[in-house]
């Protein structure tokens, strides 16, 4: 019977198309610096694409449903089949995800060029195939528990539709229901998914060191912050600016900080591997509380919004994909000086962006923003490019937590 080391090993073409993470990891970050790149140059009056979408638009877009649905593929595609026992998609299928993923990229940029259903049905096409690959794995091998996974992956998906849609209907998608809905999946995800690796890696860190107090398992505690935190974005999504919304942000907020707390991970400072983690999703938290006291605060929703856009969203990714590509890429799960260096411009970035939101008139804050978002992901693809485009590393004892890097 095939196993997925013995599909890995009879790929024969090249090694970045040997597992799902491969070619999104290294792709989605690529297209990250160069997005935000490009749109350094609209806010400087220059916009070389042919986008239906205004600068925001395309900026908000591009990240939220381009730059992150590379990193569900990536992640989805290599944790499946940890989760189910099935297959991982390999070889020329996985190049077909990857040029369904990159033709959504060049049609939203060139969408004036074309019918705008077509770029539409273009950039919702890859989505489309990714949950109905999951579909496929939950189905076939009974994984009922990963059901709400997919699920969030089509509310994202419809997300996607609906941003379209409202720009062919009024031109101003980016502060739309289309986009809160496609950041309240995300938000979600990573309650979900981010509540099974944070507390995972860092019991397996911790454990390692025998240390006494671990993180808190899954427990009921978990199920009802989860149930508080989809309701408070599903109000969010419907009446942003309802004081009811603000009243369940609040709770919400408490609840998820409770849950990080819970988690140790004030005992990891020694290790940026796992630390980032626990400081990614602290931003799920801050974002709620952003939120909530949005009335209160002199910055404006966008700067609120990238609490979660650029912090949770933006670190939380880049933490799993720094720490993904080692542990099965069969490296050491250590972060090295320059992998701690691309979580600190992460960081630099969410704080500079947020400042924005409060002292408009200082641009310099904007591009600092910028300038550390490029750092981060340029960086990623930069540092991991031979990790991520080589063959798998001879097997060896990792410090942290198994290969296998996906808690099942």
């Known amino acids: 019977m095939s196993t997925t080391a013995a599909r890995m090993r009879d790929w024969r073409g090249p090694a970045i198309l040997s597992f799902g993470f491969r070619p999104f990891f290294l792709f989605g970050a690529a297209w990250a610096g160069l997005a935000m790149m490009l749109w350094v140059m609209m806010l400087s009056g220059h916009d070389p694409l042919r986008s239906a979408f205004d600068p925001v638009a395309w900026h908000a877009h591009e990240l939220l449903f381009g730059y992150l649905g590379a990193v569900i593929a990536g992640f989805l595609l290599t944790a499946v ?24 990229r060049v049609a939203v940029a060139v969408s004036t060029l074309m019918p705008p259903y077509l770029a539409m049905a273009v950039d919702l096409a890859f989505p489309i195939a990714l949950a109905g690959f999951l579909a496929r794995e939950i189905i076939t091998g009974k994984n009922w528990k990963n059901l709400p996974v997919l699920a969030l992956l089509g509310f994202w998906t419809l997300a996607n539709a609906a941003f379209h849609q409202q720009a062919l209907a009024d031109g101003l998608p980016a502060s739309g229901t289309g986009l809160r ?31 006494t ?26 009446a942003p600016d309802q004081a009811t919304t603000a009243i369940l942000c609040l709770v919400a907020g408490l609840a998820q900080s409770w849950r990080l707390i819970r988690w140790q991970g004030w005992q990891t400072g020694s290790e940026a591997l796992v630390w980032v983690l626990h400081m990614a999703y602290a931003f799920v938290p801050l974002g709620f509380f952003a939120i909530a006291g949005h ?67 200082e641009d310099w804050l904007l591009h600092l923003a910028a300038g550390g978002w490029v750092v981060a992901f340029g960086g990623f693809a930069v540092v991991y490019f031979p990790i991520l485009t080589r063959p798998k590393a001879a097997k060896r004892k990792l410090s942290g937590g198994p290969a296998a890097d996906a808690p099942k």
């Open 81 to 104: 089949p940890n989760w189910t026992g099935s297959l991982p998609v390999t070889g020329w299928p996985l190049a077909g995800l990857v040029a369904l993923w990159l033709a959504g």
């Open 181 to 211: 809905l496609g950041l309240a999946a995300a938000i979600l995800l990573i309650t979900l998914i981010g509540g099974r690796i944070v507390p995972s890696f860092t019991r397996n860190w911790l454990a390692a060191r025998h240390a």
């Open 213 to 238: 107090r671990l993180p808190a398992p899954f427990g009921r505690t978990d199920t009802v912050i989860v149930l508080v935190t989809a309701l408070a974005l599903a109000a969010w999504v419907i």
């Open 295 to 361: 009335s209160l605060l002199p910055v404006g929703t966008a700067a609120t919004q990238h609490v979660w856009m650029a912090g949770a969203i933006g670190l939380m990714t880049l933490a799993v994909m720094t720490r993904a590509s080692l542990g099965h890429a069969g490296r050491p799960l250590h972060a090295t000086p320059a992998i701690t260096a691309l979580y600190l411009a992460m960081i630099i970035s969410v704080g500079a962006r947020f400042l924005a939101g409060a002292m408009p008139e």
